[in-house]
């Protein structure tokens, strides 16, 4: 089974900026697809972004412009820099991998254990 460890989340004022990494255990086909979702206290999981091994990418509109998703194969690591960050962006923040997109939405594929992002105003 493919393992995912998650760093970088943290406390930050309103209108800073946070990094968050997220390292596979190993490269399969199963890890295609590798992104990121969050979930605020009281609130549905809601998706952020994706990034597959060929470089194709999906990004939430709330988080357009603000938040850049990227990735290393070499190091099956996806990344999300997340700047002018708003206390709306606080929640949970979760990585995934999968096959596919669809695969992800649906809740399926695998999971790491999240990281907090707290955004202070």
């Known amino acids: 089974q493919v393992q995912l460890a998650e760093s970088g989340g943290g406390l930050v004022q309103a209108g800073g900026s946070l990094r968050l990494a997220c390292a596979a255990s190993?490269?399969?086909?199963?890890?295609?697809?590798m992104g990121w979702f969050r979930q605020a206290p009281g609130r549905e999981r809601e998706f952020v972004a994706t990034?597959?091994?060929?470089?194709?990418?999906t990004v939430a509109d709330p988080v357009k412009g603000r938040f850049t998703i990227s990735r290393d194969n070499d190091k099956n690591t996806v990344f999300l820099q997340m700047n002018s960050l708003k206390p709306e962006d606080t929640a949970v923040y979760y990585c995934?991998?999968?096959?596919?997109?669809?695969?992800?939405?649906?809740?399926?594929?695998?999971w790491g254990q999240g990281t907090q992002v707290t955004v202070s105003s």
């Open positions: 190993r490269r399969t086909f199963s890890t295609y697809v």
């Open positions: 990034i597959n091994r060929s470089g194709g990418i």
């Open positions: 995934a991998t999968a096959a596919s997109i669809d695969v992800l939405n649906a809740g399926s594929g695998r």
